[in-house]
Structures are given as C-alpha cells and as structure tokens.
C-alpha cells in the first residue's frame, strides 16, 4: 500500500466549476500537509500547506485535512482554464530533522471554457 | 531573480552512456534534492544533500550518483547501471532539511535512444 494515495484523473470540469481534489494517507505521524501545482512540463509550486486539522482558505483556494479519517482535500471554487495543472498533495512528519516529504502520484485537472 | 536552474531541458542519452544533470541554485538554501517522477508514480527521491559535502541516498539511489561541491550547485549523473532511466528529473531545495516548502526547476527530460 502507498503511503499516500491520489486519484490520477483526469479530471475535465467546465469553467465556473468547484473541484474537489482528495489524497488519503496511512501513517498517523504525518502531520504537515501541502499542495502543490505542476503545469506541463514544468516544475511543482507550493500552493498551500496546513498543519492541522480543519480548513484553511486562500483566495479561491481551500485546503481541508480530516485526521481523524486520514483524508486531505483541495477544493478551487470558481475554476478557471489557467487552474488546468496536475495537483500534488504531499505530507511529512512532525519536525525533528530531516523528514523527506512524501508525494502523491498527482491529479490532473483540465478546465474548459 | 532567485531560483533554480536545470539544464539541459531535453537530454537523449544512449544505452551504456553517462549522463550528468546540472542543478544551480541562487536562494542561498541549505538543502537540496533530486526527484525522479514517471506517470502515475509520483515524485521519488534519488538522492539528497542537507549541507555541502554531504548527501544521501534516497529510495531510488541505485545507478545514480551526485556531489555537492558548492551550496549552489547539486549535479545528478545518471549511470549505465540505470537499467530504465527514461524519465522526468527534477531538482529542487528548501531553506534548511526541515522545510516543507520546496523551490523546484523546470526538470530534465532524460530519453534512452
């Protein structure tokens, strides 16, 4: 079993729609958990992190962890055609030297005008 | 402008060659890392360094090499002993190991030909 678990899509959604991005993991002692944004053929961005339980909002950008069901979400409210990326989710342990983040496979989100 | 270079974009290499990535970075960060990614797999840590002089290896660390010389610069060389090399490479660095928040390139494309 992966220690994190990502649906690969893709996912197609018209412009105006809100998505719903979801990883489930299996270790209890991650604790940090990020979003990360890939265009094609380019390298990932920090888009969001969030170390506790509940949500937290970014602009169009909301970031939800339920550790309780080990389950994390992206939601993007009013998606636009420039939001058409792979979405990573990535999570590690608590802090206490090096703890090397762990990668979701990615979904990847088209949006069409 | 701070930030990471890889160079090439595109690298062919052909069966029993060497090939060395270049990864340059100007945010001053301590730690560096090389990932592999493939579709449907997700990122894969190769190998990294949390100070100059040292590295370690990650979980796919057999038939690649580095060195870090140089704070700035973390070269990845992918050897005739990585049976199936094909792939995406990315370099990336945090601020310090304990970081979440990963600066990436704009990756290697590496074929086999």
């Known amino acids: 079993q992966k220690e994190v678990e990502q649906d690969p899509g893709p996912l197609s959604v018209p412009e105006g729609a809100i998505v719903s991005l979801n990883c489930t993991y299996s270790n209890s002692a991650f604790q940090y958990f990020m979003w990360y944004r890939q265009y094609s053929r380019k390298g990932p961005e920090l888009l969001m992190y969030?170390?506790?339980?509940g949500n937290k909002e970014d602009g169009r950008f909301t970031a939800q962890v339920d550790k309780s069901s080990k389950y994390i979400s992206l939601f993007i409210r009013d998606s636009q055609p420039s939001d058409s990326a792979t979405y990573l989710c990535a999570t590690r342990p608590l802090s206490g030297g090096y703890n090397k983040l762990i990668f979701g496979a990615g979904t990847r989100l088209a949006v069409h005008p | 402008d701070g930030g990471i270079t890889q160079s090439p974009k595109y690298l062919f290499r052909k069966e029993g060659q060497n090939v060395t990535l270049s990864c340059e970075q100007n945010?001053?960060?301590?730690?560096m890392y090389w990932y592999r990614q493939d579709p449907g797999q997700g990122l894969r840590l190769i190998y990294y360094s949390q100070i100059v002089n040292d590295f370690q290896k990650g979980d796919i660390a057999e038939g690649y090499s580095v060195s870090r010389e140089k704070k700035e610069s973390f070269p990845l060389t992918v050897t005739s002993a990585q049976k199936n090399p094909t792939a995406f490479y990315l370099c990336a660095s945090s601020i310090d190991p304990d970081s979440y928040g990963y600066t990436f390139g704009s990756g290697t494309r590496l074929t086999v030909v």
């Open positions: 945010l001053n960060h301590d730690a």
């Open positions: 969030t170390y506790s339980s």
